[in-house]
Nanobody, 126 residues
Framework: QLQASGGGLVQAGDSLRLSCAAS????????MGWFRQAPGKEREFVSA????????LYADSVKGRFSSSRDNAKNTVFLQMNSLKPEDTAIYFC?????????????????????WGQGTLVTVSS
């Protein structure tokens, strides 16, 4: 099970750090992804991090502002969000890749993200 946390109401330009904690099983050998869904919109990919933590991938809309990291000892991944914009307002979800991959592999969005956690709401006011 995955549980995202750390969301909240912030102003444009502020920062937030989201966490995604795993329980019940380890995801230390799974690439992890962050996704978000804004009101009235489809879910979209935000970021991915390899299971080793050495490789990351970002959507163009967040590149340079968001940063993914992980602490496998704590079975937790993080999404540092800086310079937040109103268009970043969404429910943020973390998901685990279910395929066996190399330590630096970065899966594109797809059905292999099969473990999903409950999301956390991020609201950015202008």
């Amino acid at each position: 099970q995955l549980q995202a946390s750390g969301g909240g109401l912030v102003q444009a330009g502020d920062s937030l750090r989201l966490s995604c904690a795993a329980s019940g099983r380890t995801f230390s050998r799974s690439a992890m992804g962050w996704f978000r869904q804004a009101p009235g919109k489809e879910r979209e990919f935000v970021s991915a991090i390899s299971w080793s933590g050495t490789a990351t991938l970002y959507a163009d809309s967040v590149k340079g502002r968001f940063s993914s990291s992980r602490d496998n000892a704590k079975n937790t991944v993080f999404l540092q969000m800086n310079s937040l914009k109103p268009e970043d307002t969404a429910i943020y979800f973390c998901a685990a890749d279910t395929k066996t991959r190399g330590p630096s592999a970065l899966p594109e969005p797809g059905p292999w993200y099969a473990y999903w956690g409950q999301g956390t709401l991020v609201t950015v006011s202008s």
